[in-house]
Each structure stands twice: as structure tokens, then as C-alpha cells.
């Protein structure tokens, strides 16, 4: 169990149906240029957990610049564009404001158009600039932020789900001090002991005094850089004001009315994590974790059915469409059966001709493990 489950001030709600709010197309890369390290008193790992799971916070406001090196292959059309699969390379700045746990704002502004995400109790608001439309849910009465999904769109958020595998699994151990946003902070390492991870460690660097995590970093194996990382470069612990919660359409824009549904439940009233689908499970345990998922159809025969929009090979017939998309991954095979591979530094996933979907931060021999069993 994640040591932050108890802290709602660091699960900022940000519904999938809505891209992470921007301000500013990228940031300069020396951003994140590292600085003397400030001298701190000495503490261990235990302490710095602790100081995680205790801490206090009225508010907070900033700027976070996020970065994404995942080494995608060259493929036109599979990341980038007016979508949270834009924010999976390149560089990107964000304006975040939170007051309390039913009081969150995310911001994000490009060359293209601006986002912005906002929960004011039980209003949540999406606001698309560019196509000019808004999107507005009413959570039932009680909802948390755990009850809705969510995205990683801050250090904290994304801290949350790294200390969520902490376990035998994980080896923690405390790092360099650092300067970060002005503010000094400590950093707790962890590092998986699976070898199938393709996680070589994540750091994440926590204000010494206000004990929020300021910066997160995951480092692929064989990798001296980050392949993915988020950290503040200006923040404030003072409460926002009321009105930065406060959503009005600008004239003009559609407004949709969706409905805020749950997930189902099992036999004991949990939540299920794959939304209640039952052709979605998982295999494996913390980093090693693989999700395998049925497809309606297998890419091979979705990338040859005439008449479809992208059919073809990647290099016969229209290019565009995911048909295409999936034509141009190399084919694998082995005593698994046969498929495509989809490989980056810090995951792999593997399309079978058989219609399942295998993903996970682990190399690609694991995904085979799994399509064999």
C-alpha cells in the first residue's frame, strides 16, 4: 500500500476524459541543470517515508516542467498531438494550484490551444480552447479523488504510484541532497531488484522542510539521464485563492453534461483497477506488473482487412490510421506464437496475432513469459 494513501493533498483529480492543463509550449532544457547540494541534516530512507506520510499541507501553487525522452520509434501519428499521448515526448510546462481535496486546478497552454482541468467540490470542469468545447461532470456526494482517474500530472501524484510498489521488490536508499524550485530538498532513491524491469531507479526529491516531493525522475537501465521526469521550478505553499477554482464557458463553447459513473464493484465492494472489464487482468507484482488485455481483433488481420481506413503494410497502401500504425512495429515470433513489438526505454508491449494486448515496464522476454503461459 502506498505510504501516501492517507494524503489526499498530493491525489490531484484530473479525469482521463481531459488532456493535463499547459502553460507554455517547453521549457529550457537547463531547467533541470543540477546545482551545489545544500547541506542537510543526515536521514535515512525510514525517515524520509515517514516524513511522506505525516505531512501537512494547507495549499499549493507552482510550475512544473515535465520531460519525456521514452525512445518511441520514429512512427508518424502513434504520440504527439492535442491529447494526453502529447505529453509522452518532449517537453512540456504546467500551471497547478491546490486547496484542499475537492479544490484542484491544472493548466496547460501550447502554441495550439489551451487546457485547463478543474474541480471545485463536486463540479469537475475540462476546457478545450482549440476545438472551442467544455465538458462538465457532478461527482456523487462523498467522491474522492481515488474514485475518479487520475494522471500523474504532478511530482507528488507521480511519487504516489512509484511508493505503491514499495516492498521486497524495491531497494531504498536515500541520494544526493538538491536544490529544487529555490527550496532544498533530500532524495529517496528506489530501485527494483526484478532484472526483467526496465526501471533502473526513480528518484524523487523532497522538500526538506514541507516534505512534498519536488521533483521525479525514472532512469531506463543503461541510461545516465532521465527517460521521464517532473519537477516544480517555482512553488508556493500559500492557499490559492477561491476564485482560481471558479470555471465560467467563455462565449461560444459547447458545453457537454456527462455522467460521473463509478466503477463496479466486486463481491467485497472493492473498486476493480481495470475498470470492471473482465478481459483486462494483470500478471506479476510491482515493477514486474504486466497487463494483458483481448483486443476485438488481432493487428495483423486488422492491418490486411481490405476496405479499412489504413489497411495495408507499412509500406502498401494509405499510411495514416492505427491499421497502419501497427504494420509498421516489427513482427516477433517464438513458441508463444506471433505478433508486433512495440519497444521504448522504459516499456514494452506486445500486440499478438491472437488479439491480446501484453504491456508492461519489462523487457520484452517477460511479455513473451506471459503470452506463453
Known amino acids: 500500500m502506498s505510504v501516501l494513501k492517507s494524503r489526499p493533498v498530493l491525489r490531484w483529480l484530473v479525469p482521463v476524459t481531459a488532456v493535463a492543463t499547459v502553460i507554455g509550449g517547453g521549457a529550457a532544457l537547463g531547467t533541470f541543470a543540477a546545482q551545489a547540494e545544500p ?35 520514429p512512427l508518424a501519428g502513434l504520440v504527439g498531438g492535442d491529447g494526453l499521448t502529447g505529453l509522452l515526448t518532449g517537453t512540456h510546462t504546467l500551471r497547478v494550484w491546490h486547496s484542499g481535496p475537492d479544490r484542484q486546478r491544472v493548466a496547460l497552454v501550447d502554441t495550439l490551444g489551451e487546457h485547463d482541468v478543474v474541480r471545485n467540490g463536486r463540479d469537475v470542469w475540462a476546457w478545450n480552447s482549440r476545438a472551442n468545447t467544455a465538458t462538465h461532470r457532478t461527482l456523487p456526494e ?51 531488484r526484478d532484472a526483467a524491469s526496465l526501471v533502473h531507479q526513480v528518484r524523487i526529491a523532497i522538500d526538506a522542510r514541507q516534505h512534498v516531493p519536488l521533483r521525479f525522475e525514472v532512469f531506463a537501465d543503461g541510461s545516465d539521464k532521465p527517460a521521464f521526469e517532473m519537477a516544480f521550478t517555482q512553488v508556493s505553499y500559500a492557499r490559492p485563492d477561491a476564485d482560481q477554482f471558479t470555471f465560467n464557458p467563455p462565449p461560444g463553447v459547447k458545453v457537454t453534461e456527462e455522467t460521473a459513473g463509478r466503477q463496479p464493484a466486486d463481491e467485497h465492494g472493492k473498486r476493480r483497477a481495470d475498470g470492471g472489464r473482465p478481459d483486462v487482468r494483470t500478471v506479476g507484482e510491482s515493477w514486474a506488473t504486466v497487463v494483458v488485455a483481448r483486443l476485438d481483433g488481432a493487428p495483423d488481420k486488422a492491418a490486411a482487412t ?68
Open 39 to 73: 547541506s542537510l541534516p543526515p536521514r535515512t530512507a525510514a525517515q524520509l517515508l515517514v516524513d511522506l506520510q505525516t505531512s501537512r499541507l494547507e495549499g499549493l501553487s507552482g510550475t512544473v516542467v515535465q520531460r519525456a525522452d521514452l525512445g518511441l520509434p
Open 142 to 192: 462523498g467522491a474522492a479523488g481515488a474514485e475518479t482517474p487520475q494522471l500523474p500530472v504532478t511530482p507528488g501524484e507521480a511519487a504516489d504510484r512509484a511508493l505503491a510498489a514499495i516492498g521486497p521488490s524495491t531497494e531504498v536508499s536515500v541520494g544526493r541532497s538538491a536544490t529544487v524550485a529555490g527550496r532544498d530538498a533530500y532524495e529517496l532513491v528506489l530501485a527494483p
Open 306 to 373: 481490405p476496405g479499412r481506413p489504413g489497411a495495408g503494410s507499412a509500406g502498401d497502401g494509405p499510411t495514416d490510421g492505427p491499421a497502419a500504425l501497427l504494420g509498421a512495429l516489427p513482427k516477433v515470433s517464438g513458441d508463444w506464437g506471433s505478433g508486433r513489438l512495440l519497444t521504448g526505454k522504459l516499456f514494452s508491449v506486445l500486440l499478438t496475432d491472437d488479439g491480446r494486448l501484453i504491456a508492461g515496464a519489462v523487457t520484452p522476454e517477460r511479455l513473451y513469459e506471459v503470452a506463453r503461459g
